[in-house]
């Protein structure tokens, strides 16, 4: 978590599309086994495993919190934007499931 802290602390100095870039492709590579094991004609897909998918991230958060607390700055917001990234995943693949039902 030391060296990410530090990497963090570089990309920030650097500016803030460096910081949202990062932050784009960090949250990206979190929410990418989301996809797989939520992604529509999966069988954890279904509607009645949706709060599954809210587990799932709930379990994200707590390892973040739990394992790197202080690593990105606070005003990078990550825990807001890695909230509404997974909610406009989750709106899409529930909207999915819906029409196909």
């Known amino acids: 978590p030391d060296n990410m802290a530090h990497a963090c602390a570089v990309i920030d100095a650097v500016g803030p599309e460096a910081s949202k870039a990062f932050m784009h492709n960090f949250i990206q ?6 996809q797989r094991k939520f992604h529509h004609g ?10 599954d998918r809210y587990q799932w991230f709930r379990r994200l958060l707590q390892c973040m919190n739990d394992n790197c607390p202080d690593v990105f700055p606070t005003d990078w917001c990550l825990p807001q934007e890695l909230a509404v ?8 693949e529930l909207t999915y499931q819906l029409q196909a039902e």
């Open 29 to 34: 590579n979190l929410l990418e086994k989301y």
């Open 42 to 51: 999966e069988a954890s897909a279904q509607l009645m495993n949706t709060n």
């Open 85 to 92: 990234e997974f909610c406009l995943l989750t709106n899409q």
